[in-house]
């Protein structure tokens, strides 16, 4: 079954202490992203990778970081967490169908609470 | 820029309401289009699409027709269900086909 992983599902952190939220997908994608879900702000790009080792920053990059070794994966890594990222992240991978558009496929989100 | 701009929720109606939510969009080139649905507790699932203009996406019961002109995409539904209470999210994704654009989603809610 085509999916994209996303662990943990619920994750509760203290301020400052490093913390990583894995991805993978098993449909073989280039292309892989992070978001971030708040309220009256919907989806948000953080990060996207458009192949291993290719990682660049989406519109809020900030106080992350990404890295893409393997094709598969794409983890989110949060060196500091503060406060203010606490909100509903989500990974997506996606690839050109070869039918003239792009398909994303998102994970189950991982709700994400820095105290 | 690339950008989607969606009716601010949100919304509730009976069951059997007709449904529409509103959704534009700035683009250069051109883009494709989808709707995606996010049920409680879980991730966006791709409800329709439209590559290209004129063309209309259709799946259970919900209907969006891609309008060039209008810089459209708007959502549609005849009869709402219950169990169609979720979030949806209008997109894009740009003509070179990776980076996608939402907008910040519609919550609807459908009671009996």
């Known amino acids: 079954e085509a999916q994209v992983t996303q662990n943990p599902r619920y994750l509760i952190t203290v301020t400052g202490k490093k913390l990583t939220v894995t991805c993978s997908q098993n449909m073989n994608h280039e292309y892989m992203s992070w978001y971030r879900q708040d309220p009256g702000l919907g989806l948000r790009q953080i990060y996207y990778?458009?192949?291993?080792?290719?990682?660049d920053k989406g519109d809020v990059p900030e106080g992350y970081k990404v890295s893409r070794k393997e094709k598969r994966n794409f983890p989110l890594i949060l060196e500091s967490p503060s406060p203010n990222q606490t909100s509903l992240y989500f990974c997506?991978?996606?690839?050109?169908?070869?039918?003239?558009?792009?398909?994303?496929?998102f994970g189950q989100g991982t709700r994400l609470t820095v105290v | 820029g690339n950008s989607v701009t969606q009716m601010e929720g949100p919304v509730t109606l009976s069951e059997e309401a007709f449904l529409t939510i509103n959704c534009t969009y700035t683009?250069?080139?051109?883009?494709?289009l989808f709707w995606y649905v996010q049920y409680p507790g879980e991730g966006l699932q791709l409800l329709l699409k439209a590559t290209k203009a004129d063309d209309k996406g259709s799946n259970k019961g919900f209907e969006a027709t891609y309008r060039k002109e209008t810089t459209s995409f708007h959502l549609e539904k005849g009869s709402v269900q219950v169990s169609d209470s979720a979030v949806y999210f209008c997109?894009?994704?740009?003509?070179?086909?990776?980076?996608?654009?939402f907008g910040t989603g519609t919550s609807l809610t459908v009671i009996p």
């Open positions: 990778s458009m192949n291993v080792e290719v990682t």
């Open positions: 997506a991978s996606s690839s050109n169908t070869g039918q003239g558009y792009t398909e994303a496929f």
């Open positions: 997109a894009l994704s740009d003509q070179d086909g990776n980076q996608f654009y």
């Open positions: 683009a250069t080139g051109y883009p494709s």
